[in-house]
């Protein structure tokens, strides 16, 4: 049992380039979301799905696009990466409404240079 | 918009003592509260989940205790331990299952 699984671990990109993060989630979790981690910001939400082709935003999604087409996958789309996107970008999954805990992948640390 | 507080944001104790890290939300209308653990360059790993309907949940020399109507949860650490030292975070879930976090609380354990 993997749990939640993040690729890549860490990323450098260059102004303009665009990439997609990658989250698969192997426990049939319903609900599915995107954060980012920044000093003195705390972790905000990016983007969520609560569940197969469906999808929402969160807090923070400009410059962000995220997709859902199975349940075990959720990938997180930067369109043209800018400096303000360095961060530590963290995928969590979890059962249902607030019932079961979240579980959180090991992060992605993307620098935009 | 729901916002949460942690105090304090940094504390640093001796080895052995009992310690106390609070956590306050402005919106009592919350589905669960949960509190993490972060180690350096680290993902999150979940300590405890509370349930709105709960008063407390414990794990070990973890104890979590949440009162909803005051916006508030504590999280007591009995016993530090050096291995303790990590950034604890505080989120409330409200909604379709997303998570509003604190900024957290570093704690060092010292020997």
């Known amino acids: 049992n993997a749990g939640v699984t993040q690729t890549p671990k860490f990323q450098v990109l260059k102004t303009g380039q665009s990439m997609t993060l990658q989250c698969a989630q192997d426990m049939n979790h319903e609900y599915m979301s995107w954060y980012r981690q920044d000093p003195g910001m705390g972790l905000r939400l990016i983007h969520y799905?609560?569940?197969?082709?469906?999808?929402d935003q969160g807090e923070v999604p400009n410059g962000y696009n995220v997709s859902r087409s199975t349940t075990e996958d959720f990938p997180l789309r930067l369109l043209s990466a800018a400096p303000s996107q360095t961060s530590v970008y963290f995928c969590?999954?979890?059962?249902?409404?607030?019932?079961?805990?979240?579980?959180f992948g090991d992060g992605t640390r993307l620098s935009i240079l | 918009k729901q916002e949460v507080t942690q105090i304090p944001a940094a504390l640093s104790v001796p080895e052995g003592e009992n310690l106390v890290l609070n956590c306050s939300f402005t919106?009592?209308?919350?589905?669960?509260l949960q509190w993490f653990r972060q180690d350096p360059g680290k993902g999150l790993t979940s300590l405890l989940l509370?349930?709105?309907?709960?008063r407390e949940q414990t794990s070990g020399r973890l104890n979590a205790s949440l009162d909803k109507s005051s916006g508030r949860s504590t999280l007591y650490i009995a016993a530090s331990q050096p291995g303790d030292s990590a950034t604890y975070l505080c989120?409330?879930?409200?909604?379709?299952?997303?998570?509003?976090f604190g900024k957290g609380t570093m704690l060092l354990v010292s020997p």
């Open positions: 509370i349930q709105s309907s709960q």
């Open positions: 989120a409330v879930i409200s909604g379709y299952s997303t998570l509003t």
């Open positions: 799905s609560v569940g197969a082709g469906i999808t």
């Open positions: 969590a999954s979890s059962y249902s409404r607030g019932v079961k805990p979240q579980h």
């Open positions: 919106d009592s209308a919350i589905y669960n």
